[in-house]
């Protein structure tokens, strides 16, 4: 610049030529600049520290920007306001909030004027951190000082709130805001619209929408997305898609986030058809499908067993130049092995290493328990060791897999190896493990020592599921041993969770094979009745039969009526069966009771 135009470059040339270096992420050149700066006797000032500093932030060496700082002072220069805003910043950045308040301190100390700007600096980070309750009281203690709270304090705070679920308290700050005499802005409903359809508050954030469009702000892809994605979980797709076309209307064209709301709706709703309509639909208005799509789209046909079809897009993938996953990969294999098509499943698992993506525990744990499933055991025992080879630890899911397959075929001893391999790997053997393995003891007829492991593990204190009790219920019961089969029901009622259908139906069943007292089997089906599980047909009838023939129809009668109240017999059916039973056509009346409640769909609960 000197040789050519005769000009010496200042102060001010070098800080215009730095900050551009600084804000274009040119770190490395910006030392070159300020060494010849330097070297050429230009004076720094205060705005060649803060660009210097704000560099140093940028490359996130804080410390050495707290020590330029106070090397001002040799150049006779002290921080001004952007000096110590540009600091907080950087430690906020860091997520160090503590580091930002002592810079603060420091400002205070040095008697340095504020403004707005540093207050929400400071604001943003309470709220960066979660900590909006403190950040709402720094506000109160600053407004005492004279801050104002401007439009951007607004935002932050109504920001800050929403993604903490305070999602009421954003919308008392939002009145605020507008008695104030602020217009909320795009970010500002984002956040609130945004904040609502986190906590499932859909209609609200409908509502908050209406009242963006009548002020004027025009909505983004991003607003319509969040209502767009809350209305497919909830199974609103049919709503989800109106709103995508009345944003299409308003010149909002649907992005990749939108339309992967509306296929996995589709998907999860049970529309596949549309969903791949929708697809093509998506392609052909140049919105190009990213991995998340096709992932969608590969999971529902490998659920549905279309795995032609899920490869055929996976192809597809490949020639639109999207990079296919360990997701995509591990969906496909997870999806060969359910339809126990594991030599393909293998293939897909091949194909990884060709198309040079890691394998992970997922994909492991999943072709290990396709192997195990298929009795491929020897396979799967070598799976895992080329699983620790390639550096993965095996976890609970691995162990289980191979011990679910030696318990299911009642080698025991090899079973309780597993258990024994994984405890001493610092594997913790959990619920599922010890339930398998208990399962396995009762099946190889080892009932006792299936107890004693029971009490064990009662005594470490962790909470079994009734998976864990059914199998020594059912061996109890198988050897009438009903009275301690019952005390191991009461007892999963008060210290594990409570029993489920297969429990009652394997109590229900022992109480009226056991050939105990007829009364308590008919003080059970009462009780489970309540509690909600239909007793199973057959073994009604048994019960039916013992009550008939001690001439306790009564009892019977009042007991079917029980039943078909819960199971909701219509007003015709309960009609029909009450019918013969009135007139003592007993066998009649179980028939048509019987056939009502297996022609039914239980609910959640019965079986």
């Given at each position: 610049m000197e040789k050519e135009f005769g000009v010496r470059p200042g102060t001010h040339t070098y800080n215009f030529l730095l900050n551009v270096l600084v804000d274009g992420n040119k770190l490395v050149l910006v030392e070159t600049v300020h060494s010849k700066m330097l070297s050429d006797g230009v004076k720094p000032d205060v705005s060649t520290f803060n660009i210097l500093i704000k560099a140093l932030c940028k490359a996130h060496q804080i410390r050495p920007a707290i020590l330029l700082m106070e090397e001002m002072a040799n150049y006779g220069l002290a921080p001004d306001e952007k000096t110590f805003t540009t600091?907080?910043?950087?430690?906020?950045?860091?997520?160090?909030?503590?580091?930002?308040?002592?810079?603060?301190e420091q400002m205070v100390a040095s008697q340095c004027a504020w403004s707005n700007v540093t207050i929400n600096v400071l604001i943003n980070g309470f709220c960066k951190e979660g900590k909006v309750e403190e950040a709402?009281?720094?506000?109160?203690?600053?407004?005492?000082?004279?801050?104002?709270?401007d439009k951007f304090t607004f935002n932050t705070l109504?920001?800050?709130?929403?993604?903490?679920?305070?999602?009421?308290?954003a919308l008392e700050i939002l009145d605020l805001m507008l008695q104030e005499g602020f217009?909320?802005?795009?970010?500002?409903?984002?956040?609130?619209?945004?904040?609502l359809c986190k906590t499932g508050e859909v209609k609200e954030a409908m509502e908050v929408l209406s009242q963006m469009l009548s002020r004027g702000c025009t909505p983004n892809a991003v607003t319509y997305n969040a209502i767009i994605n809350t209305l497919c979980k909830d199974n609103q797709v049919q709503e989800a898609t109106e709103l995508a076309r009345f944003l299409t209307s308003k010149g909002v064209l649907p992005d990749v986030s939108t339309f992967n709301s509306l296929i996995q709706g589709l998907c999860l709703s049970s529309n596949f058809s549309i969903a791949m309509d929708l697809f093509f639909e998506m392609k052909t208005k140049g919105c190009k499908p990213d991995e998340f799509t096709y992932n969608i789209l590969i999971d529902c046909l490998c659920t549905k067993g279309k795995l032609d079809e899920a490869l055929r897009l996976l192809k597809d993938m490949e020639s639109s130049g999207c990079a296919r996953s360990v997701i995509t990969y591990n969906t496909l294999i997870d999806g060969f092995c359910k339809i126990k098509k594991?030599?393909?499943?293998?293939?897909?698992?091949?194909?990884?290493?060709?198309?040079?993506?890691?394998?992970?525990?997922?994909?492991?744990?999943t072709l290990i328990d396709g192997l195990s499933k298929c009795k491929r055991v020897d396979e799967a025992a070598q799976l895992m060791d080329q699983m620790l080879m390639e550096g993965l630890k095996p976890d609970k899911f691995t162990y289980n897999s191979l011990l679910s397959y030696f318990c299911r075929t009642g080698d025991i001893k090899k079973a309780a190896d597993i258990v024994q391999t994984m405890t001493t790997n610092g594997c913790e053997p959990d619920v599922v493990t010890y339930g398998t393995l208990i399962q396995g003891l009762c099946k190889a007829g080892r009932t006792e020592i299936a107890s004693r492991l029971l009490?064990?593990?009662?005594?470490?204190?962790?909470?079994?599921?009734?998976?864990?009790?059914?199998?020594?219920?059912?061996?109890?019961?198988?050897?009438?041993?009903?009275?301690?089969?019952?005390?191991?029901?009461?007892?999963?009622?008060?210290?594990?969770?409570?029993?489920?259908?297969?429990?009652?139906?394997?109590?229900?069943?022992?109480?009226?094979?056991?050939?105990?007292p007829i009364a308590e089997a008919v003080d059970f089906a009462v009780e489970m009745t309540e509690r909600g599980y239909i007793p199973e047909t057959s073994t009604f009838y048994m019960l039916a039969e013992g009550l008939c023939a001690l001439d306790m129809e009564e009892t019977l009668v009042s007991l079917v009526e029980k039943v078909m109240v819960k199971a909701r017999f219509s007003d015709?059916?309960?009609?029909?069966?009450?019918?013969?039973?009135?007139?003592?056509?007993?066998?009649?009346?179980?028939?048509?009771?019987?056939?009502?409640?297996?022609?039914?769909?239980?609910?959640?609960?019965?079986?």
């Open positions: 600091l907080m910043q950087g430690y906020i950045e860091e997520g160090n909030l503590g580091g930002a308040l002592r810079v603060r709402l009281i720094f506000v109160q203690e600053m407004a005492n000082e004279g801050f104002c709270p109504i920001s800050g709130l929403c993604k903490v679920g305070h999602v009421n308290h217009d909320p802005d795009l970010f500002t409903y984002n956040a609130v619209i945004s904040g594991i030599e393909e499943a293998e293939e897909i698992f091949d194909q990884m290493e060709v198309q040079g993506v890691s394998r992970n525990l997922v994909t492991y744990n009490r064990s593990i009662q005594m470490k204190g962790m909470v079994l599921t009734p998976r864990a009790y059914n199998p020594v219920l059912q061996a109890l019961f198988k050897r009438k041993r009903i009275k301690e089969a019952m005390r191991l029901f009461r007892e999963m009622e008060e210290k594990s969770e409570s029993p489920d259908a297969v429990s009652y139906k394997i109590a229900f069943r022992g109480l009226c094979c056991g050939g105990g015709n059916e309960a009609a029909m069966v009450m019918g013969f039973l009135r007139i003592r056509k007993f066998e009649d009346g179980l028939a048509s009771f019987g056939r009502v409640l297996n022609s039914q769909n239980p609910q959640k609960g019965y079986w």
